[in-house]
């Protein structure tokens, strides 16, 4: 019986994972029910797909549907803090994109506890970056250190506050804006938290691994590249992130890094951590 899902988030990572499911790409899942707290996101995404999933005017609509077995928010940070307990407690799995809400280690053990409780289990995708498999294992044993570099087009940073107040909103030349714990990061650097927030989360924490900003002049990609040096020897992974076409500040990478997701939990083969 294909996994029935239910999708908080009718935007960018929402629409394409949908088409996905709707076109048979995602493995062996179908799509139950829609929510977006715009409404005309959420029929306009049910409309176009050719499996007509019925659309939830609140999250109670959604979490009511027996069917859905599997929740996945790809909304807000606000959506996780305000749903991920309920979908647990109501006996649904849950897969998380707003990765930057569970750099709160409080709303994170909270989860965690629940999840437990009720048997269910929280999926989070790699989103986009890559290597995690490799930090992820690599943190078993002794890591010296994990260090994120994210270099950033100045269009991709034009409504960042920290920037505009520290830099004038523009640099001439390749700048370091920033260098210091993930945990900071987060919040001086809102549209990047969930690659640092995923990272700390398989390898050292936030408040343990590095992240590096640097503004480039040069760049019209968001480029990733991460470092960690440990018992195991050393890792560098480096990622060229293409935006999306419906939200340039999420990398296409990550929706379909849901969608591998989705395909992981359904398929009975899994390969890779
Ligand atoms: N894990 C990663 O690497 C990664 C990468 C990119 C984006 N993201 C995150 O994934 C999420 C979705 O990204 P996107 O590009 O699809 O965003 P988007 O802005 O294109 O779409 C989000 C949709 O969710 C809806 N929404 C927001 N809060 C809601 C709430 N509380 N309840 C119901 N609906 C709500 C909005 O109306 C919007 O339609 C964002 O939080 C983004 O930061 C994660």
């Known amino acids: 019986m294909p996994l029935g899902i239910g999708l908080i988030g009718c935007g960018a990572i929402g629409a394409i994972l949908a088409k996905a499911v709707d076109e048979g790409r995602a493995g062996d899942a ?3 029910v829609v929510f977006d707290e715009n409404l005309k996101k959420a029929v306009d995404l049910a409309q176009k797909l050719k499996s007509k999933p019925k659309v939830a005017r609140n999250f109670n609509e959604l979490i009511e549907c027996e069917d859905v077995k599997l929740v996945v928010e790809a909304a807000s940070q606000e959506a996780v803090k305000a749903y ?3 979908v647990l407690r109501a006996g649904k799995d849950l897969m998380v994109m707003s ?7 409080k709303l994170t053990s909270e989860i965690n506890r629940i999840a437990k409780e009720n048997g269910r289990k929280i999926y989070v995708p790699s989103g986009a970056i890559a290597g995690l498999d490799g930090v992820k294992a690599s943190a078993i044993d002794k890591i010296e250190k994990v260090v994120l570099t994210t270099r950033k087009p100045l269009k991709a940073l034009s409504d960042n506050l920290y920037f505009k107040e520290k830099f004038g909103g523009k640099v001439e030349e390749l700048t370091v804006i920033y260098e210091g714990p993930a945990l900071e990061a987060c919040r001086l650097f809102p549209a990047n938290v969930n690659v640092a927030a995923t990272l700390s989360l398989v390898g050292v924490g936030a408040e343990k691994t590095v992240v590096r900003v640097v503004a480039d002049p040069a ?8 470092e960690v040096k440990g018992e195991f020897g050393d890792l560098v992974v480096r990622v060229e992130n293409v935006p999306s076409r419906e939200n340039p500040k999420t990398s296409y990478l990550a929706a379909l890094s849901a969608i ?4 992981k939990i359904t398929e009975p083969i899994v390969i890779g951590t």
Do not use: F, K, W, Y
Not at 219 to 226: G, T, Y
Not at 260 to 263: E, K, N, P
């Open 84 to 86: 991920a307990i309920e």
């Open 219 to 226: 760049l019209e990609r968001n480029v990733h590249e991460i």
């Open 260 to 263: 591998a997701t989705l395909r």
């Open 30 to 32: 179908c799509l139950v």
């Open 99 to 105: 990765v930057g809400a569970l750099v709160d280690s």
